[in-house]
């Protein structure tokens, strides 16, 4: 069946990095448009990076750009989001999602999540 598997999440002091990853499973990932999105508490989840699928062209929030970068190994069957200066406000659960529809940036265009990995920025 299909499964992704997200790790790499934890704490880390604002300006630090983390390095997401995505285990992809069940499924030819090859095939499929990939993306992160994160769940801020009290907000709804938003998508912020996204790698296609056949020229791997990427797409970022306005929010993360510049700082997060998206990447795929799809003979490793891995997903990646690298975060560079990371700050307070973007402690959130992460999520590798497949997309199914065309507006990445929204949520209920993905048909398959991970379970989240949370990441915490905090001095």
């Known amino acids: 069946q299909v499964q992704l598997v997200e790790s790499g999440g934890g704490l880390v002091q604002p300006g630090g990095s983390l390095r997401l990853s995505c285990a992809a499973s069940?499924?030819?990932?090859?095939?499929?448009?990939m993306g992160w999105l994160r769940q801020v508490p009290g907000k709804e989840r938003e998508g912020i990076a996204l790698?296609?699928?056949?020229?791997?062209?990427?797409y970022y929030d306005d929010s993360v750009k510049g700082r997060f970068t998206i990447s795929r190994d799809n003979a490793k069957k891995m997903v990646y989001l690298q975060m560079d200066g990371l700050n307070a406000e973007e402690t959130a659960v992460y999520y590798c999602?497949?997309?199914?529809?065309?507006?990445?940036?929204?949520?209920?265009?993905?048909?398959?999540w991970g379970q989240g990995t949370q990441v915490t920025v905090s001095s």
């Open positions: 069940g499924f030819i990932l090859d095939h499929y448009s």
């Open positions: 999602a497949r997309l199914s529809g065309a507006a990445w940036w929204k949520d209920d265009e993905y048909d398959a």
């Open positions: 790698i296609t699928a056949s020229s791997g062209n990427t």
